[in-house]
């Protein structure tokens, strides 16, 4: 008899895997951005966060946060690792909640600020739905929304209750200023950065994040630069668009429009944000469990593309 063709169980190599303990304190740590905040979620104290993240650096032999930075930002190395560990432990999340759980249905509240809203979040909303048919969405854009929220997307703080997870985990939220391109054609030129100081400048706030960009680039003019005030972000980029001025986008919200040649950047003059956009759960895991696959979903496609 051939020894050699007898069967026998084939032993499966064993997973070479750092302490799972310390892989899901990382993964909160990345997600929330922010040791203090993974404290919270996990209930354990912010020292214990550190020490376990520490530990899991030791173990596999990178650096995974980069602790002179403020906030703490991850280095390449934990933003190739954090995607994989998010896509595990939430699917070991869906999976569990599914051994109790039909399809998704009943209604979920969803509050969002309205630039972002109108832009990219509607269509994402009725891509959702159309998965889910039984499911009923109620959307608010009233910052801050009315109590019974399920899913928030907040820019900036607000002073709601809930989990706090930062919505672009990849690359911070950047300003930078667009105009249309007819409006290059127009006097005066554009041949430095500081050429935009002599177009209207487009904004719906108080001039600041104009100023603050200004500031933060250099910029110099002989003279105040014009103002533009509109009620309305959107209006913002639609003026610009028409060739009016300039306006200050980001990557996000004005990726459609970026992405069509309907507004150019026209240097690398930039600056980070004042704020960023934030998701907000409920803090009660029942309805958090209720809004995790749309959470997750809103996410990863929101991100694509940005980094």
Avoid at 80 to 98: S, V, W
Avoid at 113 to 126: E, N, Q
Avoid at 226 to 242: G, Q, T
Wanted: hydrophobic share 45%; glycine share 6%.
């Amino acid at each position: 008899m051939d020894r050699s063709s007898t069967s026998r169980p084939r032993r499966e190599h064993a997973r070479r895997l750092p302490n799972l303990g310390a892989l899901a304190v990382f993964e909160a740590a990345a997600r929330l951005g922010g040791l203090a905040r993974a404290a919270d979620e996990l209930s354990v104290t912010t020292s214990a966060v550190s020490h376990q993240v520490r530990a899991l650096e030791e173990q596999i032999g990178v650096t995974l946060f980069d602790r002179t930075s403020r906030p703490l930002q991850l280095t390449a190395a934990g933003r190739l690792l954090l995607p994989a560990l998010r896509q595990a432990f939430d699917g070991i999340a869906d999976r569990l909640t599914a051994l109790g759980a039909g399809p998704m249905r009943g209604e979920l509240r969803v509050a969002c600020a309205p630039l972002l809203l109108s832009k990219r979040v509607l269509p994402l909303l009725a891509e959702y739905l159309d998965q889910n048919r039984e499911l009923s969405i109620s959307i608010v854009s009233q910052m801050p929304p009315p109590e019974g929220i399920d899913l928030m997307i907040a820019f900036g703080e607000v002073d709601v209750p809930g989990e706090r997870r930062p919505l672009m985990t990849d690359v911070p939220l950047r300003f930078f200023p667009v105009c249309s391109p007819r409006r290059l054609n127009l006097s005066p030129p554009i041949r430095t950065p500081s050429d935009i100081l002599g177009h209207p400048l487009i904004h719906y706030d108080d001039g600041s994040d104009w100023r603050r960009l200004i500031a933060t680039a250099g910029l110099t003019s002989d003279a105040e630069p014009p103002f533009v005030k509109v009620p309305h972000p959107l209006l913002a980029f639609e003026l610009a668009a028409l060739g009016c001025g300039f306006a200050i986008a980001d990557a996000m919200t004005a990726a459609d429009e970026l992405s069509s040649g309907e507004l150019v950047r026209v240097s690398d003059v930039e600056m980070e944000a004042p704020a960023q956009y934030m998701m907000i759960l409920p803090t009660d895991e029942p309805r958090r469990r209720r809004v995790r696959d749309l959470e997750r979903f809103l996410h990863e496609r929101l991100n694509t593309g940005l980094a």
